[in-house]
Each structure stands twice: as C-alpha cells, then as structure tokens.
C-alpha cells in the first residue's frame, strides 16, 4: 500500500516507517516534489494533522497521512503544546526550529517547578479514499532536570517515560519506538489500514 507522509522531517519518517514496516510504501513530501511550507496555523494538534493532510490531498491527490505532536506539561498550563516545534521561538522570540533552544526553554521554564509531570501526543490526520480519520497515541512520564542521552531527537533527552528509568534518549531507538507516542497511534493507522 501507497501513503505519503506530510512531512519532510527524516527522524520522524524514518521512525514511522520502522513502525509500519514493509506492508507499507511511505513517501516523504520531498518524494512528492512538495517542497512548500505547509501551513500550521491551527489552535489543537488535531487541526494542525488535518491541514497539512488536506493541502497534501488537494494539491497532490494521493492518499496521506499527516501528524501533529506536542509535549503537555502539567505545570506550564498544558504547554508547550501546539508550539512544541516552535516553542523557544514563541515563547522567546528565537530561532524558529531550534531543538536546543527549546529545549533550553522548556528546562529554565521548569526551573522551579515541583510538579515535573508531562506527557506526549501525537494525533494522526489520514485521508484514505476521500474520508478523513483521527488517531491519537499518548505515552505519560515526566521532565528530568537535565538532558540526559544521546539518542532521539527533540525533547527526547529530557522526557522520561512512566515506569523507565531513563530518558527517551536513553533508551535506543528500537526501544522507543516500542512505546512511544507516535509508535501508538501509528500501530492505531495500521490496524485501520489492514482492515482495509
């Protein structure tokens, strides 16, 4: 089966596609020739999935998917949430994209912060045969006080998933994609795609 994957992030495609494995050919937007910065202009992960899913459908017609995932902290109001991508820049003012800075955003905001619990989420956009479909997957842990590992990307070396010891970075890739966020709602994908 054919599917394109809305994005053109190589750690998040390679990802997805150790998770569906070979019963699946996922093409990237580069794959496409879609090589424009799809809008992410919605208030919730659920719209930001849909959007990009949609513009890859009507520009290109071809059956996608799309994802959206923020990082919820409990203490920080739920945040930062849609602008996990971003967050440094919309909190700060910085460099748009900017893992580290994030990152260093999310550990100087948390500072002080007695309650470290978080989670991740990830919402799946498909649209398969003209009908759109919704899937989430959510994995609960907490924020660490420093980075810890080198594996992963994003904020993986500062989330510690519930019942691990270590860090999403600590952990190997492998082991991650086992329980993480996107590894639950894509094993969700999966399931609707081979009932197809």
Do not use: W
Not at 75 to 98: I, K, Q, S
Not at 183 to 188: E, G, I
């Amino acid at each position: 089966m054919k599917l394109v994957f809305a994005t053109n992030n190589v750690h998040k495609l390679s990802e997805v596609r150790q998770i569906l494995g070979d019963a699946f050919e996922v093409s990237s937007l580069s794959d496409i020739g879609c090589h424009e910065d799809i809008p992410e202009t919605a208030d919730t992960l659920e719209g930001n999935a849909l959007q990009k899913a949609r513009y890859v459908h009507e520009h290109f017609g071809c059956d996608c998917f799309a994802d959206d995932t923020g990082l919820e902290v409990d203490a920080l109001g739920g945040a930062p949430g849609v602008h996990t991508a971003r967050y440094a820049a919309y909190c700060c003012g910085g460099e748009d994209h900017n893992t580290a800075a994030n990152v260093d955003v999310l550990l100087a905001n948390m500072k002080k912060k007695r309650n470290r619990n978080a989670r991740f989420r990830t919402v799946i956009a498909l649209i398969y045969k003209g009908e759109e479909y919704l899937f989430d997957g959510i994995v609960e842990g907490d924020i660490l006080t420093e980075r810890r590992g080198t594996d992963g990307f994003g904020y993986d070396p500062v989330f510690r998933p519930k019942g691990y010891e270590g860090s999403f970075a600590e952990m190997g890739v492998d082991a991650k994609n086992t329980i993480s966020h996107r590894a639950r709602a894509t094993q969700k994908l999966v399931e609707f795609l081979k009932g197809r």
